[in-house]
Structure formats: C-alpha cells, structure tokens
C-alpha cells in the first residue's frame, strides 16, 4: 500500500464524514488498528501475522443509498443535517461495477416516476413519497443485486413495467427486488421482501467455494478481505485436525463451508432462515466433503450446550456488541479445546475474553475490512489452558 491519502470531494467538502480516517495515510491508519487492538487483546506468547490489507478504495461491496430530491431529479446517498440529499453517486469507496450502475438507477428511478420518501414529515398524515433507500451489491464476478426499499407496494407495476428497460442497461443484474418498509423511523429495511427477477440469490464466488446472497443476509463489505478471512481459519486449524466444528452466527455459512473436511463434523447455527436456506444450498452445489448441517436458531441460546460439549472446534463471528455475557461464559465452562474467534469490534472482543479466562490468545490477525475508518475485522485462535499446559 502506498503513502497517499484518498481524494474525496465530498470529504472536503465537509458534505460526507462516513470515512472518519480519510485524511490519514493508510499505512499510518493500518499502524494504528493494530496498536489499538493489541492494546485490547494482546497476550504473553501470542503471534500476530502482518496486517491483511486492502485496496483504499473500490472495495466495498455494497452500496446503501438513502434516495432524496424528487421524482425527475433524484439524489443516492445521505442526508444533510436539514435532511437534504447528498448525492455520492461517485463515492471511491465502492466496487467499479456499483459506481457505474448508480447513474442507470438513478435514472431508473426517473423512468418509473417513483418519489422519493419525504423523511422530514412527521405525521402519517403529511408523509409523502414512496422510495427509501436503494441498496446495491456486486459479487466478485460483476453481477449485481439491487434492492429497492418502498413505503409501501404502490409502485409495484411501475417498477415491474421498467424493469426490462433496467436489465438492458444493466446487463449483469441478476437479482431485483422490493422490499417494504412502512416504518416512518430510521430503519433500512422491512421483513417483507419482493424478488422480481428469476433469480432470487447473488453468487459471491470465493475460490473453490460459492456463497448464495439472499437479499436479507449479511455478507461482509469487503470480498477480497472476506476471502482471506476464510483462507486464515483454514490455516490456522489444519494442524488442529478437529472431528466436530460448530459455527455459531455462521450467516450464509462462509466459515462452515471453508472448514469442511473428510471425516469432519460441521455444524452451522444462525438466526435467519434466509441465510440457512442460501447456506444449504452453497453446500449441496459445491458437494463438499465430510458431513455439514445448518440450523435455524439463536446462536446465543442455551440449547446449544450439547452441541459445545461435543465440538473440537468453535468458530464464532458475532455482531458488532459480541458475543455477550451469557455466551461467553456458556463457552467457558463447555471444555472446547479452541475457538476461532473472528470480531469487527476489539472492544466487546477483549470483553467477552475477560469473561473467557480458560482460554489464551495464542495467534491474531488483523484483517483491514473497512479501510478509511478506526473499523478493523481481527482474527484471534484461542487454546484452552489446561491443554497446553
């Protein structure tokens, strides 16, 4: 990575401070992720691998655009304090491939007339408009998932009238859909979701294994990270040789899928049915060694005690706020000889270690998912005490 500091007009502007580091160097803000979160979960003895980097721009994934101004002159992006449009139609930080299909959206808005959501009206009475947010996402072979969050199904037709007219211009779309959110609150989508397309799932292509999206699952932002995230729990556990490997909050089962073996165990849990079914489905196409299930329930909950007392192995990739008292402590007590911990959060990550004593940090990665801000993805491999000892 070079010295240079990312250009962005908007930042300069002061209209857009999504990217809290953007007049850092990115080697200096690489040091100092690192420095921050060894300062949080170092250990005696424990080995920290180079930074896995990423590309300072043009990495993120995923674009969620708040849709602003009118029908005929929209804006995709944020809001100003006053709740204006800020159009980052030309944001650096996403993929080529969403940066060249905002300008078509945007015109695909104009094309099927449909309003913008007026977010400064507060009655129900007064609140006008139907369109939210328009969220984008690219797979790693350039085929796009769009989503258009609606007030409601008003503009239904419309949208499926043009539709045709959008798939010209944006020949690698492959998945369309509405999803409703009639909430008048600052909520990115509803549970409803509408597929418009014949496809119902983005392939997101990672080496020799292919996760299917569904619209609702979480993908992590950066794909190239994401990639080398998996490739490291590869590594790290091979001289581990474990039989049976639980993944709690496993997702679309990115983890689970990597770490399929001969004669290996893998069990996925998840909260969203809709992850399940995409994992399910990577699973029977890839046909994978070993035996791997997935199953559809809080990856927190107490049930799951049998499954912990069984497993070699627990991999966990909890949101933000960590795994939580409860599960950490249920971790502690289980007797699994190592977790693979991965955590966008250092801080509730070295929390839920206090909580986990049995356990020592033997190896650490930081994997840089969310370049131009204080945001890291960090990899840690613990051991149980009583094993090396």
């Known amino acids: 990575m070079g010295p240079a500091v990312l250009d962005c007009a908007h930042f300069a502007a002061g209209e857009c401070r999504s990217c809290a580091w953007l007049g850092r160097r990115y080697d200096d803000q690489l040091a100092a992720k690192l420095a921050a ?74 094309r099927a007339a449909l309003t913008p959501y007026d977010v400064a009206s507060t009655l129900p009475v007064t609140q006008r408009g139907e369109l939210k947010h328009v969220l984008v996402t690219e797979s790693p072979d350039g085929e796009l998932m769009v ?77 190239d990270v994401a990639a080398a995230l998996y490739r490291e729990a590869v590594a790290w556990t091979a001289d581990l040789a474990p039989r049976r490997v639980l993944d709690l909050y496993c997702g679309v089962g990115g983890f689970a899928l990597h770490l399929a073996a001969p004669g290996r165990q893998v069990t996925g849990i998840e909260i969203s049915a809709d992850a399940i079914a995409s994992a399910e489905r990577s699973r029977d196409e890839a046909a994978l060694p070993g035996e791997i299930r997935f199953e559809v329930g809080d990856a927190t909950a107490p049930e799951h005690a049998p499954l912990l007392a069984e497993a070699d192995l627990v991999v966990v990739n909890p949101p933000r706020r960590g795994l939580g008292p409860e599960l950490a402590q249920r971790l502690e007590e289980s007797g699994v000889p190592h977790v693979l911990y991965s955590s966008c959060n250092p801080e509730t990550l070295a929390r839920d270690l206090a909580t986990m004593a049995s356990y020592s940090p033997v190896r650490g990665r930081l994997l840089d998912m969310f370049p131009q801000t204080p945001h890291a993805e960090v990899l840690v491999l613990l051991e149980r005490r009583q094993r090396s000892e």
């Open 37 to 110: 979160t060894r300062a949080l979960v170092d250990a005696a003895g424990m080995v920290w691998e180079p930074p896995v980097t990423s590309p300072p721009e043009g990495f993120r994934n995923k674009a969620k655009m708040v849709v602003a101004g009118t029908a005929g002159a929209p804006s995709l992006g944020i809001l100003d304090p006053r709740g204006g449009g800020v159009d980052l139609r030309d944001c650096p930080l996403h993929t080529p491939g969403i940066v060249a299909a905002l300008p078509v959206l945007a015109d695909f808005v104009v």
């Open 147 to 223: 989503r258009l969050v609606l007030r409601s199904t008003a503009d239904e037709a419309r949208v499926r009238k043009h539709l045709p007219w959008l798939q010209e211009r944006l020949p690698h779309l492959r998945v369309l859909t509405i999803n409703v959110q009639p909430a008048h609150r600052a909520v990115l989508e509803g549970d409803r979701e509408l597929v418009l397309t014949a496809a119902d799932t983005l392939p997101m292509r990672l080496g020799a294994i292919t996760l299917h999206l569904r619209p609702r699952s979480f993908f992590q932002t950066n794909t």
